[in-house]
């Protein structure tokens, strides 16, 4: 809760600052704010509260959903420090960022349909905003009015199952749905399940899962990188612990039924964001496909629940959000000199020979090699989804992360060919290269001591 | 109880839910197929205020506030989301001078 608080005050802090002209207080304010945040989600940890009449409850889960949402927030601020801080509104983006955030902890820690509701908006509205910031350019208008239209077309989608399954129970508590589901397991009406179908369609527009991700390549490109970077993360991982929090807190007696859902929306993900991507000349398209291949493994691990279900959710979330980050620090600086394809990172071995390494070893990470994170991720993710007893599933992911190794290394031999004629030079700032070394740091540690997460939900 | 709520509870509940299914597909089929991005978005709210009603009526079958109290965070959420949406249109407008979808085909892989 007090997470939330902190958050929010980051949010209130950097507006004020652009009253009182004192704009320079807004980074170190947001890093002492994310600080405290990160230290009050630690000691929520084992208080199980419930606040303001049952409308939000901090487990165990939510503490440590919210505590790495803070912290990917910590270390994506760094990186897009710079970014925010050319231009007018520096202090509006913070702001607008420091309310998705807490749009983003609400997600993970709520207990009502209602908070769940409003946690989605407040991340969302933000985004959109967020999204169409680069306001002379038309392609950040595009992308934003992409997003705006079909995030409110999504959140309609889903406001129409939670009424659905308010008419069958009559209640938005998750305790007393799930207690109602429980009791009625055997006779439950088809508004039932058409509402937890609309809800399951609604998230996974906002998880970018196949079929409901055709806004997401579109949106990603044209947003500023920074934000796609923070869509591609922050979102994902909020969105995933706002996913199982609803299935396994609300409809975990039913879920035979909803696991079928969750299958094919993981392999049409994982088939069409790996095929997809190896088509890219865009670096940043590219990672927009592999954004959605990911959401695709990481529904492996909620076909079925045990114990391990959000430890392995929680792990590949960590996973994937450090390496993107690490990558998308890479882009940001190929945005600056208005090239994004693949081809522009031709030469940047020879000139960058450290960074070179340590990209290729975070896009090794995303593409699951061992000992990186990414290879700890997906095993724990396969390993779920062969105790629920898919082998055919994930035979498929093997075979579609066999493509994805295909087109992280296609990146990998492009940062290592020559120079072609034009030699973009890329300039790092101190930002980015300590986001670099944290994301590369992170991304060996988790990979060799996956035990540092698995095991504490 | 009041008499408003008896008439409410006096129409049976599955023609609110037809009513809001039809209001919620005019908003859906709107959204997909319209191209000028302002009837998209009174689309948009159309479909809003079909989950609405719907609220409203389960919320008088049952009788119980909550459903009554969550259409009130509908409908302060719908309002904030209009207002960044037609704030994001009037960008749009004022880079190509036209609010029609076809021109927003720009990106493409």
């Known amino acids: ?457 | 109880m009041s008499l408003s709520l008896q008439i409410l509870q006096h129409v049976p509940v599955n023609n609110y839910v037809l009513l809001a299914a039809m209001l919620f597909c005019i908003g859906v089929f709107g959204v997909l197929f319209r191209r000028n991005t302002i009837i998209v978005l009174m689309c948009v709210e159309l479909m809003l205020n079909a989950v609405n009603l719907l609220m409203v009526a389960f919320s008088a079958m049952h009788n119980d506030p909550g459903g009554q109290i969550f259409v009130f965070f509908i409908m302060a959420v719908a309002a904030a989301e209009v207002s960044v949406g037609l704030a994001i249109m009037v960008l749009i407008y004022r880079n190509s001078g036209s609010v029609d979808i076809d021109l927003l085909n720009k990106l493409k892989g």
């Open chain 1, 1 to 457: 809760m007090n997470t939330l608080i902190a958050i929010a005050g980051i949010g209130i802090v950097a507006m004020i600052a652009d009253i009182l002209r004192i704009r320079k207080i807004i980074f170190p304010v947001a890093m002492a704010g994310l600080a405290i945040a990160a230290f009050t989600a630690v000691s929520d940890w084992n208080t199980n509260t419930r606040y303001f009449n049952d409308m939000m409850f901090f487990d165990n889960y939510a503490a440590a959903f919210s505590l790495l949402i803070v912290v990917i927030a910590i270390i994506w601020f760094v990186m897009a420090v710079p970014d925010l801080k050319t231009g007018n509104h520096y202090s509006d983006k913070s702001a607008l960022v420091a309310f998705s955030l807490a749009g983003s902890v609400v997600m993970v820690s709520f207990s009502n349909l209602a908070m769940l509701f409003l946690g989605i908006e407040i991340l969302s509205v933000s985004l959109y905003v967020l999204a169409a910031s680069n306001k002379n350019n038309l392609l950040s208008n595009e992308a934003g009015f992409k997003y705006f239209i079909m995030g409110a077309f999504a959140t309609g989608i889903f406001l129409f199952g939670v009424a659905l399954i308010y008419g069958a129970c009559g209640t938005f508590n998750l305790q007393e749905i799930n207690a109602f589901v429980a009791t009625n397991k055997s006779d439950l009406s088809g508004q039932m399940y058409t509402g937890v179908l609309l809800m399951i369609i609604g998230l996974s527009f906002k998880i970018a899962a196949a079929p409901f991700h055709f806004w997401a390549p579109d949106v990603y490109e044209g947003s500023p990188t920074t934000i796609t970077a923070f869509m591609s993360t922050i979102v994902k991982v909020a969105a995933f612990g706002a996913l199982y929090r609803l299935m396994a807190g609300c409809f975990s007696q039913i879920n035979e039924w909803w696991t079928t859902v969750f299958i094919i929306l993981s392999v049409v993900s994982m088939l069409v964001g790996n095929i997809m991507a190896t088509r890219q000349s865009s670096f940043k398209r590219l990672l927009a496909f592999s954004s959605i291949s990911h959401a695709g493994y990481m529904l492996l691990p909620l076909l079925t629940l045990s114990d391990l279900t959000g430890t392995s959710l929680l792990l590949y979330g960590a996973a994937y959000a450090f390496a993107s980050i690490g990558i998308f620090s890479l882009v940001s600086v190929m945005s600056e000199n208005d090239d994004e394809s693949i081809d522009s990172l031709n030469g940047f071995a020879k000139s960058h020979p450290i960074k070179a390494i340590l990209f290729s070893v975070l896009l090794l990470s995303l593409a699951g090699i061992p000992p990186l994170a990414g290879f700890m991720g997906k095993y724990y993710a396969f390993y779920a989804a062969l105790k629920s007893g898919n082998t055919s599933i994930v035979l498929i992911a093997i075979i579609s992360s066999l493509i994805g190794v295909y087109y992280y290394l296609q990146v990998i031999i492009a940062m290592y060919k020559p120079t072609g004629h034009t030699s973009a030079s890329f300039r790092f700032t101190i930002y980015q290269n300590i986001v670099l070394w944290t994301c590369f740091l992170i991304t060996l540690i988790l990979g060799i001591f996956p035990q540092l997460i698995i095991g504490w939900l």
